[in-house]
């Protein structure tokens, strides 16, 4: 059974920082892992994404202050937020692309999420 598990979310003043991560179990290889967050009343928007080589994709508005690392031997994708904004404030969620078995086919996989608040 796959299993991604956030952690790191939390509430953070305008201008700081929060480190996102997100363990994910159960696959036997793993594509690419990634974030999208979603805010109240809106659909959920990518953040970033990383493949297993190490080939990143950010959402334009947060390139420069997001950055992404995937550590393969522990299937641990990390999302470093700096300079966080009130506008960040949303559900974040943890998204793994991978298979559970050398046959499988390919799936995608989501966390429960974590809570990202920027407040003063």
């Known amino acids: 059974q796959v299993q991604l598990v956030e952690s790191g979310g939390g509430l953070v003043q305008p201008g700081g920082s929060l480190r996102l991560s997100c363990a994910a179990s159960g696959m036997f290889s793993i594509i690419a892992m990634g974030w999208y967050r979603q805010a109240p009343g809106k659909g959920r928007e990518l953040v970033a994404t990383?493949?297993?080589?190490?080939?990143?994709t950010f959402a334009d508005s947060l390139k420069g202050r997001f950055t992404i690392s995937l550590d393969n031997a522990k299937n641990t994708v990390y999302l470093q937020m700096n300079s966080l904004k009130a506008e960040d404030t949303a559900a974040y969620y943890c998204?793994?692309?991978?298979?559970?078995?050398?046959?499988?086919?390919?799936?995608?996989?989501w966390g429960q999420g974590t809570q990202v608040t920027v407040s003063s």
């Open positions: 990383i493949t297993n080589d190490g080939s990143t």
């Open positions: 998204n793994a692309i991978g298979r559970t078995s050398a046959l499988g086919i390919r799936r995608n996989y």
